[in-house]
């Protein structure tokens, strides 16, 4: 079984539709996890974090469930600038590395 | 956050041939990573960058492959050695931050094209 294994998508949704990804991981000790973003031919770069309360920055909204052991990236509204992949990566038990997941692909159309 | 480069930006290279990257990073960090990304796939963990010591290398990757280099805290090298079609990939470092404000931050990648 692979470490952290997201949706595999792609995800086709029209501008303005709210859309949802999830992200499991099977480390139960993990203690952070993040949301990147990697447009087509570019670097990954860092989304949000994601707390054990939640959070939102504006659009975005992703929340941890470390019973289920899983997290979620929700966004709002779409955009055509949000196509691109998204990737969910998850530090496990202190240690100093991430593990990634494959990534979810999203296509925005107008 | 880091402001990171990478050089080359891109290579295309014959097989049986070794190509160095190099990463260089703004401030002094700790934690150095190199990943490969091949086409359409997601990150592997190719090795850990220790500063003054041997790399650490994950399952699948061996030094006399891709040995690693890191004379400091912001500067780090990966050769690509003795190269094949299946080396063709992006190479990416990253920086790691832990503690409070943590997170990880990539370099721009090098799209390696191996014939």
């Known amino acids: 079984r692979k470490e952290v294994e997201q949706d595999p998508g792609p995800f086709n949704v029209p501008e303005g539709a709210t859309v949802a990804f999830n992200c499991t991981y099977s480390?139960?000790?993990?203690?952070?996890f993040f949301w990147y973003r990697q447009d087509c031919r570019k670097e990954p770069k860092l989304l949000m974090s994601?707390?054990?309360s939640g959070n939102e920055d504006g659009r975005f909204t992703a929340q941890l469930n470390r019973a289920s052991q899983y997290i979620s990236l929700l966004i709002r509204d779409s955009k055509l600038s949000d196509s691109a992949t998204y990737l969910c990566?998850?530090?496990?038990?202190?240690?100093?590395?991430?593990?990634f997941g494959p990534g979810t692909r999203l296509s925005v159309l107008p | 956050s880091a402001v990171i480069s990478q050089k080359p930006s891109r290579d295309i290279c014959q097989r049986g041939t070794s190509l160095t990257i190099q990463c260089q990073v703004d401030?002094?960090?700790?934690?150095m990573f190199w990943y490969r990304q091949q086409p359409g796939q997601s990150l592997t963990l190719i090795a850990t960058?220790?500063?003054?010591?041997?790399?650490?290398?994950e399952s699948g990757f061996v030094i006399d492959k891709f040995p690693i280099s890191r004379p400091n805290l912001t500067f780090s090298t990966l050769t690509v050695s003795n190269m094949s079609p299946e080396d063709s990939s992006i190479y990416l470092c990253?920086?790691?931050?832990?503690?409070?404000?943590?997170?990880?931050?990539f370099g721009p990648g090098t799209r390696l094209l191996v014939l």
């Open positions: 480390n139960s000790a993990s203690q952070s």
């Open positions: 990566a998850v530090n496990e038990d202190y240690g100093q590395n991430f593990v």
């Open positions: 990253s920086v790691g931050y832990f503690g409070t404000q943590e997170t990880q931050y």
């Open positions: 994601v707390y054990s």
């Open positions: 960058a220790n500063q003054g010591s041997e790399a650490t290398y």
């Open positions: 401030s002094q960090v700790t934690m």
